[in-house]
């Protein structure tokens, strides 16, 4: 798979990486014995930037499910393949009775940053990501937190998600921001609109859209019709792939994490890569997409 790196200067990863929202968010879960193949299977593809949460677990009284999981798919992966993998988790949310709520206090996100160490068996992470803004705290306080675990060498590289365009300037007055993660896809345009993905390419920093194909209850809808099917059927590739390739011909330090939770969602995501799509193609997603 081609290299891109997270950011000028980054660590260098797969063009497509992974997200494991999907083997810890859902009732029909896979086994960790499952997970932890679909794992191994994405890193052998060159899948190597893998995305991960505190808070991707069915409710707070497993917080750090999927951390765990990445620990124990690195654990069994040689260690020439599991120096390549860039983990990058986050800390923000909270999970009472599985709802969503967040947290952004500092006092919460230095705990959180302790237990991620914990539930990823390291003491460096590797990328950590201020999951969401609190509207209870100010801004510049969580990402301080942040700060100050990268300055404790418990963070390697931060990065922010779900944040604007004028959170992104903020941040970076606080830290070295090298990345931000927002929801993106041919469903949901915001960064495109909302400055956020131009603000990036401003500063070189890596964006990674989530739910890129949709989110777990649309990516195997996607594409049933339309341009995307159009493409789909003259390149002889699958929706999906057109989906990932889209987003790659956007922007240089793009970096799409679709999650799985089946390896053949992984095997045919990591095929992406070689989509070649042409300008006309780009132009009339964009279109189809507006
Ligand atoms: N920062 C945030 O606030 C935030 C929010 C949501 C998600 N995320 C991150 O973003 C990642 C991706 O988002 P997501 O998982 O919500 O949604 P997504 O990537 O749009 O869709 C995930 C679903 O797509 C299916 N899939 C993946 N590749 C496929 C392919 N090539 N062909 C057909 N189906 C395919 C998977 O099915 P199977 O499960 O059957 O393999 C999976 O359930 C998450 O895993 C998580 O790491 C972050």
């Known amino acids: 798979?081609?290299?891109?790196?997270?950011?000028?200067?980054?660590?260098?990863v797969g063009a497509i990486g992974l997200g494991g929202m999907p083997m810890s968010v859902k009732g029909d879960r896979p086994s960790q014995d499952d997970a932890v193949r679909v794992l191994a299977r994405a890193a052998e593809l060159g899948m190597t930037l893998w995305d991960t949460a505190d808070a991707y677990c069915l409710n707070d009284s497993e917080t750090g499910h999927n951390e765990r999981l990445f620990a124990a798919a690195l654990?069994?992966?040689?260690?020439?393949?599991?120096?390549?993998?860039?983990?990058?988790?986050k800390g923000g949310h909270v999970r009472p009775d599985g709802r969503w709520e967040t947290d952004g206090r500092p006092e919460h996100l230095r705990e959180a940053v302790d237990a991620s160490l914990k539930a990823l068996g390291t003491d460096c992470i590797d990328l950590y990501q201020f999951h969401r803004p609190d509207p209870k705290v100010p801004f510049a306080?969580?990402?301080?937190?942040?700060?100050?675990?990268?300055?404790?060498?418990?963070?390697?590289?931060?990065?922010?998600?779900?944040?604007?365009?004028?959170?992104?300037?903020?941040?970076?007055?606080?830290?070295?921001?090298?990345?931000?993660?927002?929801?993106?896809?041919?469903?949901?345009?915001?960064p495109q609109r909302d400055g956020s993905l131009d603000k990036c390419r401003e500063l070189g920093l890596a964006f990674l859209p989530w739910s890129p194909l949709g989110g777990m209850g649309g990516a195997k809808g996607i594409g049933s019709s339309g341009a995307l099917a159009e493409i789909a059927g003259e390149l002889g590739v699958s929706a999906q792939q057109v989906v990932l390739a889209w987003h790659l011909g956007k922007y240089e330090h793009m970096l799409p994490i679709p999650g799985a939770s089946?390896?053949?969602?992984?095997?045919?995501?990591?095929?992406?890569?070689?989509?070649?799509?042409?300008?006309?193609?780009?132009?009339?997603?964009?279109?189809?997409?507006?």
Do not use: C, W, Y
Request: hydrophobic share 45%; no cysteine; proline share 5%.
């Open 141 to 190: 306080d969580s990402v301080g937190a942040v700060a100050e675990a990268q300055q404790q060498g418990k963070v390697r590289l931060v990065g922010l998600s779900n944040v604007s365009a004028a959170q992104i300037e903020e941040a970076m007055t606080i830290a070295p921001i090298v990345s931000v993660q927002n929801q993106f896809s041919p469903t949901h345009l915001a």
């Open 75 to 89: 654990a069994s992966l040689p260690a020439d393949l599991r120096e390549r993998i860039v983990v990058a988790t």
């Open 1 to 12: 798979m081609r290299m891109r790196t997270l950011g000028p200067g980054g660590p260098a």
């Open 262 to 290: 089946r390896i053949q969602s992984v095997e045919d995501s990591a095929r992406a890569d070689e989509v070649e799509l042409s300008a006309e193609q780009m132009s009339r997603l964009d279109k189809s997409f507006a």
